[in-house]
Protein backbone atom coordinates (compact mmCIF):
# COMPACT_ATOMS: atom_id res chain seq x y z
CA UNK A 1 0.00 0.00 0.00
CA UNK A 2 1.71 3.10 -1.03
CA UNK A 3 -0.92 5.78 -0.12
CA UNK A 4 0.46 7.00 3.68
CA UNK A 5 -2.23 9.41 4.74
CA UNK A 6 -4.70 12.07 3.75
CA UNK A 7 -1.78 14.71 3.88
CA UNK A 8 -4.16 17.73 3.78
CA UNK A 9 -7.11 19.70 2.76
CA UNK A 10 -7.98 22.49 1.14
CA UNK A 11 -11.51 24.07 1.69
CA UNK A 12 -12.64 27.27 -0.24
CA UNK A 13 -14.38 29.85 1.90
CA UNK A 14 -16.07 32.88 1.36
CA UNK A 15 -13.89 35.14 4.03
CA UNK A 16 -11.32 33.04 5.16
CA UNK A 17 -10.69 34.66 8.05
CA UNK A 18 -13.79 33.38 9.84
CA UNK A 19 -11.96 29.61 8.86
CA UNK A 20 -9.04 31.12 10.70
CA UNK A 21 -10.53 32.48 13.71
CA UNK A 22 -12.85 28.77 14.21
CA UNK A 23 -8.85 26.94 13.56
CA UNK A 24 -7.26 28.81 15.68
CA UNK A 25 -9.91 29.80 18.81
CA UNK A 26 -12.10 26.55 18.82
CA UNK A 27 -9.82 23.65 17.21
CA UNK A 28 -6.46 24.72 18.71
CA UNK A 29 -4.38 24.95 15.38
CA UNK A 30 -1.72 27.52 14.96
CA UNK A 31 -1.76 29.56 12.03
CA UNK A 32 1.15 29.64 9.37
CA UNK A 33 2.14 33.00 7.73
CA UNK A 34 2.68 33.08 4.33
CA UNK A 35 2.61 34.96 1.20
CA UNK A 36 0.43 33.48 -1.19
CA UNK A 37 -1.12 35.15 -4.24
CA UNK A 38 -4.30 33.68 -3.73
CA UNK A 39 -5.14 35.13 -0.99
CA UNK A 40 -5.33 31.57 1.33
CA UNK A 41 -4.59 31.36 4.65
CA UNK A 42 -2.57 27.92 6.27
CA UNK A 43 -3.10 25.96 9.50
CA UNK A 44 -0.65 24.02 10.52
CA UNK A 45 -1.01 21.28 13.70
CA UNK A 46 2.86 19.49 13.83
CA UNK A 47 5.74 19.57 11.50
CA UNK A 48 3.84 20.10 8.62
CA UNK A 49 3.73 23.19 6.78
CA UNK A 50 0.49 23.38 6.55
CA UNK A 51 -2.82 20.45 6.74
CA UNK A 52 -5.13 23.25 5.84
CA UNK A 53 -5.10 25.79 3.00
CA UNK A 54 -8.11 28.21 3.21
CA UNK A 55 -8.51 29.91 0.05
CA UNK A 56 -11.46 32.73 -0.67
CA UNK A 57 -14.06 31.09 -2.98
CA UNK A 58 -18.02 31.94 -3.74
CA UNK A 59 -18.43 27.96 -3.67
CA UNK A 60 -17.55 27.11 -0.15
CA UNK A 61 -16.62 23.96 1.01
CA UNK A 62 -14.11 21.21 0.31
CA UNK A 63 -11.72 22.54 -2.84
CA UNK A 64 -9.16 19.19 -2.70
CA UNK A 65 -8.19 16.48 -0.72
CA UNK A 66 -3.98 16.01 -0.63
CA UNK A 67 -3.26 12.05 -0.66
CA UNK A 68 0.39 11.48 0.20
CA UNK A 69 2.71 8.94 -1.09
CA UNK A 70 5.90 7.07 0.39
CA UNK A 71 8.13 7.77 -2.57
CA UNK A 72 8.43 8.87 -6.19
CA UNK A 73 8.22 5.49 -7.26
CA UNK A 74 5.04 4.76 -5.43
CA UNK A 75 3.28 8.00 -6.63
CA UNK A 76 4.79 7.53 -10.45
CA UNK A 77 3.28 3.66 -10.07
CA UNK A 78 -0.73 4.86 -8.80
CA UNK A 79 -0.43 7.70 -11.48
CA UNK A 80 0.41 4.77 -14.24
CA UNK A 81 -2.63 2.77 -13.01
CA UNK A 82 -5.08 5.77 -13.59
CA UNK A 83 -3.95 6.65 -16.90
CA UNK A 84 -4.27 2.65 -17.82
CA UNK A 85 -8.01 2.97 -16.07
CA UNK A 86 -8.60 5.69 -18.35
CA UNK A 87 -8.77 8.29 -15.82
CA UNK A 88 -7.44 12.27 -16.60
CA UNK A 89 -4.67 13.77 -14.08
CA UNK A 90 -3.34 17.43 -14.51
CA UNK A 91 0.38 18.29 -13.90
CA UNK A 92 0.98 20.85 -11.11
CA UNK A 93 3.44 23.51 -12.16
CA UNK A 94 6.16 23.99 -9.79
CA UNK A 95 5.01 26.88 -8.40
CA UNK A 96 1.53 25.07 -7.69
CA UNK A 97 3.89 22.61 -6.06
CA UNK A 98 5.94 25.06 -4.25
CA UNK A 99 2.71 26.84 -2.89
CA UNK A 100 1.75 22.99 -1.36
CA UNK A 101 5.27 22.59 -0.14
CA UNK A 102 5.29 19.05 -1.60
CA UNK A 103 7.93 17.63 -4.68
CA UNK A 104 5.63 17.17 -7.09
CA UNK A 105 1.50 16.27 -7.41
CA UNK A 106 -1.39 16.24 -10.02
CA UNK A 107 -5.00 16.14 -9.68
CA UNK A 108 -7.82 13.55 -10.96
CA UNK A 109 -11.21 13.22 -10.18
CA UNK A 110 -12.68 10.34 -8.30
CA UNK A 111 -15.96 8.69 -10.44
CA UNK A 112 -18.23 10.67 -7.88
CA UNK A 113 -16.48 13.99 -8.79
CA UNK A 114 -14.15 14.65 -5.38
CA UNK A 115 -10.67 16.19 -6.41
CA UNK A 116 -7.65 14.88 -5.21
CA UNK A 117 -4.57 15.83 -5.15
CA UNK A 118 -1.94 12.94 -5.25
CA UNK A 119 1.92 14.07 -4.20
CA UNK A 120 5.27 12.79 -2.68
CA UNK A 121 7.97 14.62 -0.49
CA UNK A 122 6.03 17.00 1.92
CA UNK A 123 8.78 19.48 2.50
CA UNK A 124 8.28 19.96 6.23
CA UNK A 125 9.54 22.82 8.50
CA UNK A 126 9.84 21.71 11.80
CA UNK A 127 8.15 24.85 13.21
CA UNK A 128 7.03 23.50 16.39
CA UNK A 129 3.14 23.67 17.59
CA UNK A 130 2.17 26.88 19.37
CA UNK A 131 -1.15 26.38 19.96
CA UNK A 132 -3.64 29.92 20.96
CA UNK A 133 -5.02 27.81 23.38
CA UNK A 134 -2.40 25.76 25.13
CA UNK A 135 -3.31 22.70 23.11
CA UNK A 136 0.56 20.28 23.57
CA UNK A 137 -0.19 18.16 20.26
CA UNK A 138 -2.45 16.50 17.73
CA UNK A 139 -2.33 12.93 16.71
CA UNK A 140 -0.81 13.07 13.66
CA UNK A 141 2.13 10.14 14.39
CA UNK A 142 5.44 9.66 15.54
CA UNK A 143 8.20 7.34 15.60
CA UNK A 144 6.13 4.33 16.17
CA UNK A 145 3.65 4.83 14.06
CA UNK A 146 4.51 7.20 11.01
CA UNK A 147 3.00 9.96 9.86
CA UNK A 148 -1.06 9.45 10.03
CA UNK A 149 -1.89 12.65 8.37
CA UNK A 150 -3.93 15.20 10.00
CA UNK A 151 -7.10 12.77 10.99
CA UNK A 152 -9.92 11.93 8.58
CA UNK A 153 -12.04 13.17 6.10
CA UNK A 154 -15.84 11.74 5.01
CA UNK A 155 -16.36 12.43 1.43
CA UNK A 156 -19.46 12.23 -0.66
CA UNK A 157 -19.26 9.05 -3.00
CA UNK A 158 -23.26 9.01 -4.73
CA UNK A 159 -21.63 6.29 -7.66
CA UNK A 160 -20.65 4.22 -4.42
CA UNK A 161 -19.46 1.09 -6.22
CA UNK A 162 -17.08 2.94 -9.10
CA UNK A 163 -16.17 4.99 -6.66
CA UNK A 164 -14.96 2.10 -3.87
CA UNK A 165 -13.12 0.09 -6.63
CA UNK A 166 -11.45 3.20 -7.87
CA UNK A 167 -9.91 3.95 -4.06
CA UNK A 168 -9.06 0.03 -3.64
CA UNK A 169 -8.08 -0.71 -6.50
CA UNK A 170 -6.59 1.71 -8.68
CA UNK A 171 -5.49 4.40 -5.54
CA UNK A 172 -4.68 1.78 -3.07
CA UNK A 173 -6.55 2.58 0.43
CA UNK A 174 -8.14 -0.56 2.15
CA UNK A 175 -11.46 -1.07 3.45
CA UNK A 176 -11.30 -1.26 7.10
CA UNK A 177 -15.37 -1.11 8.21
CA UNK A 178 -18.19 -1.08 6.33
CA UNK A 179 -21.40 0.49 8.32
CA UNK A 180 -24.78 0.48 7.43
CA UNK A 181 -26.71 2.78 10.01
CA UNK A 182 -30.04 2.59 11.62
CA UNK A 183 -31.76 5.78 10.11
CA UNK A 184 -34.93 7.48 10.71
CA UNK A 185 -38.23 6.66 8.84
CA UNK A 186 -38.03 8.79 5.90
CA UNK A 187 -34.04 9.11 5.68
CA UNK A 188 -32.02 8.30 2.60
CA UNK A 189 -30.26 5.00 3.27
CA UNK A 190 -27.13 5.36 4.27
CA UNK A 191 -23.84 3.48 3.77
CA UNK A 192 -20.27 4.58 4.90
CA UNK A 193 -17.02 2.74 3.65
CA UNK A 194 -13.82 3.65 5.71
CA UNK A 195 -10.83 3.02 4.43
CA UNK A 196 -7.57 2.97 5.39
CA UNK A 197 -3.91 4.14 3.98
CA UNK A 198 -0.38 2.87 5.13
CA UNK A 199 -0.64 3.67 8.81
CA UNK A 200 -2.47 2.45 12.02
CA UNK A 201 -5.58 5.00 11.92
CA UNK A 202 -8.51 2.98 11.53
CA UNK A 203 -9.63 5.21 8.46
CA UNK A 204 -7.95 7.92 7.12
CA UNK A 205 -10.84 8.18 4.01
CA UNK A 206 -14.58 7.22 3.80
CA UNK A 207 -16.93 7.28 1.05
CA UNK A 208 -20.76 8.45 2.29
CA UNK A 209 -23.41 6.72 -0.39
CA UNK A 210 -25.00 9.92 -1.02
CA UNK A 211 -24.10 13.31 -2.05
CA UNK A 212 -23.09 16.55 -0.04
CA UNK A 213 -23.46 20.54 -0.46
CA UNK A 214 -19.92 20.98 1.16
CA UNK A 215 -17.85 18.06 -0.70
CA UNK A 216 -17.35 16.51 2.17
CA UNK A 217 -19.03 15.25 4.96
CA UNK A 218 -16.76 15.95 8.33
CA UNK A 219 -13.58 16.32 9.08
CA UNK A 220 -11.70 14.65 12.04
CA UNK A 221 -9.26 16.12 14.18
CA UNK A 222 -7.56 14.30 17.29
CA UNK A 223 -5.94 15.63 20.34
CA UNK A 224 -3.82 13.67 22.75
CA UNK A 225 -6.14 13.76 26.00
CA UNK A 226 -9.88 13.81 26.97
CA UNK A 227 -9.77 17.08 28.84
CA UNK A 228 -8.78 18.60 25.83
CA UNK A 229 -11.86 17.31 24.01
CA UNK A 230 -13.92 18.87 27.09
CA UNK A 231 -12.33 21.78 27.04
CA UNK A 232 -12.94 22.58 22.68
CA UNK A 233 -16.69 21.39 23.66
CA UNK A 234 -16.93 24.44 26.60
CA UNK A 235 -15.01 27.00 23.86
CA UNK A 236 -17.52 25.89 21.38
CA UNK A 237 -20.92 26.53 23.61
CA UNK A 238 -19.01 29.78 24.51
CA UNK A 239 -18.51 31.10 20.99
CA UNK A 240 -21.82 29.86 20.04
CA UNK A 241 -20.41 27.57 17.28
CA UNK A 242 -23.25 24.93 16.45
CA UNK A 243 -22.54 22.02 18.05
CA UNK A 244 -24.54 18.80 15.58
CA UNK A 245 -23.65 15.87 17.71
CA UNK A 246 -23.54 15.53 21.37
CA UNK A 247 -19.99 13.55 22.90
CA UNK A 248 -19.42 10.11 22.56
CA UNK A 249 -17.58 6.97 21.43
CA UNK A 250 -17.94 5.70 18.05
CA UNK A 251 -17.56 1.44 17.83
CA UNK A 252 -15.38 0.97 14.59
CA UNK A 253 -12.54 3.48 15.55
CA UNK A 254 -12.89 3.86 19.40
CA UNK A 255 -12.79 7.59 19.38
CA UNK A 256 -14.11 9.39 21.61
CA UNK A 257 -15.58 12.99 20.30
CA UNK A 258 -17.93 15.66 19.34
CA UNK A 259 -19.00 17.29 16.43
CA UNK A 260 -18.99 20.83 15.46
CA UNK A 261 -20.06 23.36 12.46
CA UNK A 262 -17.79 24.83 11.28
CA UNK A 263 -18.12 28.14 8.71
CA UNK A 264 -18.77 27.17 5.25
CA UNK A 265 -20.68 24.35 6.44
CA UNK A 266 -17.74 22.16 7.38
CA UNK A 267 -18.41 19.83 10.02
CA UNK A 268 -15.85 18.99 12.47
CA UNK A 269 -15.48 15.95 14.61
CA UNK A 270 -13.38 16.50 17.58
CA UNK A 271 -11.73 13.71 19.22
CA UNK A 272 -9.51 11.86 21.10
CA UNK A 273 -8.63 7.83 21.75
CA UNK A 274 -8.47 6.90 18.23
CA UNK A 275 -8.16 2.81 17.56
CA UNK A 276 -4.35 2.07 16.15
CA UNK A 277 -4.67 -0.92 13.86
CA UNK A 278 -1.82 -3.54 12.89
CA UNK A 279 -3.01 -4.58 9.67
CA UNK A 280 -1.23 -7.29 8.49
CA UNK A 281 -3.99 -9.19 11.77
CA UNK A 282 -7.14 -7.31 10.59
CA UNK A 283 -9.95 -8.45 9.14
CA UNK A 284 -12.40 -5.61 8.05
CA UNK A 285 -15.83 -5.57 9.30
CA UNK A 286 -19.34 -4.65 8.66
CA UNK A 287 -21.27 -2.48 11.11
CA UNK A 288 -25.00 -1.93 11.74
CA UNK A 289 -24.65 0.70 14.34
CA UNK A 290 -21.94 3.70 14.70
CA UNK A 291 -22.04 4.60 17.95
CA UNK A 292 -21.31 2.87 21.18
CA UNK A 293 -22.90 5.51 23.61
CA UNK A 294 -23.72 8.82 23.11
CA UNK A 295 -23.49 11.15 19.31
CA UNK A 296 -26.89 12.36 19.70
CA UNK A 297 -26.61 13.87 16.19
CA UNK A 298 -28.65 16.99 14.92
CA UNK A 299 -27.08 17.65 11.84
Avoid at 38 to 50: I, K, N, Q, T, V
Wanted: net charge negative; charged share 20%.
Amino acid sequence: MSVASVGYLRFGIAEPSTWIDFGTNILGLMEAPRADDGGARFLRMDDHPFRFMIEPAEKEGLAATGLEFRSHQDWQATLDALAAAGFEVEAGSDAEAARRCVSGFVSTIDPSGNVLELYYGRKLDYVPLNSPVGISGFVTGDELTGDMGFGHAVIPAPNTQATIEYYTDIIGLGISDDLYPPMPEGAPETRIIFLHADNPRQHSLALYNNPHPAGVVHIMVEVESMDEVGLALDRAKAADIPVIASLGRHINDNMCSFYMMAPGGIAVEYGYDGLLVDWDNYTHTVSTTGDLWGHEYNF
